[in-house]
């Protein structure tokens, strides 16, 4: 099984937090592990095991071509000793790509398809024709989020946090949020922000979790106004604050979901959203591999090294 490594929890010191009295600290889940970063780290731990578990020799997964999830199961796999094949969202595989690069480089079998094939990935006719063509595999769903996702992200919150009466997350697919809902204490409110444009997110969540039969003991806020344009899409003002916390903090946030979710929860604070007291931790999903694409992509410098 993977081994995780100690998490740290950076706290930030700020004269805005002084004044309204709210701590705040910052849990760094993207150190939890050298290749598989983030949450990933749990949503990938499950579901590993259980393709070992089931002698499967391969596993196969979905995902678009910057994708945190495509980058951390190339190299979780290859830890357990299983080939792992991708498909890619889109008609190109661009050899400069570097989440690809990566991928390809600690063995992932590539294949890209277009986005209109793509959206057949959850249907039964076009699994079995992948097992066709690749063998068989264990599948784990685009995004990463099922019951064993969140069996593993139930596992992010531990005694450590409980002094905490914030937790701040962004939200993908929702398997993190789902994991760390299931083990919120009464007194905890989880913050979710969401990566992606659209209201249907509330119903797609309540939905989540019903299926999945979490019942969270604490309380649950959800906020949509920090897409910024939409998944994958930025403001100028979002690569700001991704510069301004670096400076002011030293840590690395990404443009997809981390910078959102940091912006969100530093406009909460100045809005008085925390009351006096308050203790608020982020999160830090990872995805920083994501990165050096973002800037490849767009041309904008983010903050750190780049290399
Ligand atoms: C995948 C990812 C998310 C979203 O997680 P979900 O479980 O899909 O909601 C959030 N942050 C980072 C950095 C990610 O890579």
Same mark, same amino acid.
């Given at each position: 099984?993977?081994?995780?490594?100690?998490?740290?929890?950076?706290?930030?010191?700020?004269?805005?937090?002084?004044? +309204?009295?709210?701590? #705040?600290? *910052?849990? !760094?889940?993207?150190? *939890?592990?050298?290749?598989?970063?983030?949450?990933? @780290? @749990?949503?990938?731990?499950?579901?590993?095991?259980?393709?070992?578990?089931?002698?499967?020799?391969? *596993?196969?997964?979905?995902?678009?071509?910057?994708?945190?999830?495509?980058?951390?199961?190339?190299?979780?796999?290859? $830890?357990?000793?299983?080939?792992?094949?991708?498909?890619? !969202?889109?008609?190109?595989?661009?050899?400069?790509?570097?989440?690809? !690069?990566?991928?390809?480089?600690?063995? #992932? $079998?590539?294949?890209?398809?277009?986005?209109? $094939?793509? !959206?057949?990935?959850?249907?039964?006719?076009?699994?079995?024709?992948?097992?066709?063509?690749?063998?068989?595999?264990?599948?784990?769903?685009?995004?990463?989020?099922?019951?064993?996702?969140?069996?593993?992200?139930?596992?992010?919150?531990?005694?450590?946090?409980?002094? @905490?009466?914030?937790?701040?997350?962004?939200?993908?697919?929702? %398997?993190?949020?789902?994991?760390?809902?299931?083990?919120?204490?009464?007194?905890?409110? +989880?913050?979710?922000?969401?990566?992606?444009?659209?209201?249907?997110?509330?119903?797609?969540?309540?939905? $989540?979790?019903?299926?999945?039969?979490?019942?969270?003991?604490?309380?649950?806020?959800?906020?949509?106004?920090?897409?910024?344009?939409?998944?994958?899409?930025?403001?100028?003002?979002?690569?700001?604050?991704?510069?301004?916390?670096?400076?002011?903090?030293?840590?690395?946030?990404?443009?997809?979901?981390? %910078?959102? #979710?940091?912006?969100? *929860?530093?406009?909460?604070?100045?809005?008085?959203?925390?009351?006096?007291?308050?203790?608020?931790?982020?999160?830090?999903?990872?995805?920083?591999? %994501?990165?050096?694409? @973002?800037?490849?992509?767009?041309?904008?410098?983010?903050?750190?090294? +780049?290399?």
């Amino acid at each position: 099984m993977l081994p995780r490594q100690h998490i740290p929890n950076t706290q930030l010191q700020h004269p805005l937090l002084d004044q +309204l009295k709210v701590e #705040m600290g *910052v849990m !760094r889940l993207d150190q *939890v592990h050298p290749t598989v970063s983030g949450n990933k @780290f @749990f949503k990938l731990k499950y579901n590993l095991a259980e393709a070992l578990k089931q002698n499967h020799k391969q *596993v196969l997964t979905f995902g678009g071509a910057y994708s945190n999830h495509i980058h951390a199961t190339a190299a979780a796999a290859k $830890l357990e000793g299983l080939q792992s094949i991708g498909i890619i !969202r889109g008609e190109l595989l661009d050899s400069q790509n570097p989440t690809l !690069r990566y991928a390809k480089e600690v063995g #992932m $079998l590539l294949k890209s398809i277009s986005r209109e $094939l793509y !959206r057949n990935k959850i249907h039964p006719e076009f699994l079995n024709q992948l097992r066709q063509d690749w063998g068989e595999f264990y599948l784990i769903p685009e995004g990463g989020t099922n019951a064993l996702a969140i069996k593993g992200t139930t596992e992010i919150l531990s005694s450590n946090q409980s002094n @905490f009466s914030h937790l701040a997350t962004p939200i993908g697919t929702g %398997g993190t949020f789902a994991g760390l809902a299931n083990s919120l204490l009464p007194q905890q409110e +989880l913050i979710g922000i969401s990566a992606l444009k659209g209201e249907a997110f509330h119903a797609e969540m309540k939905h $989540l979790l019903h299926k999945h039969r979490i019942k969270s003991k604490g309380n649950i806020a959800l906020f949509t106004q920090y897409h910024h344009g939409g998944y994958a899409k930025w403001s100028s003002e979002l690569i700001e604050f991704i510069h301004w916390f670096w400076e002011s903090f030293g840590i690395l946030l990404d443009p997809i979901y981390t %910078g959102k #979710m940091a912006f969100a *929860v530093w406009d909460l604070l100045q809005k008085k959203y925390f009351k006096p007291g308050s203790r608020v931790l982020l999160i830090h999903t990872g995805g920083l591999q %994501g990165n050096l694409g @973002f800037t490849q992509r767009t041309g904008i410098i983010l903050p750190g090294p +780049l290399t």
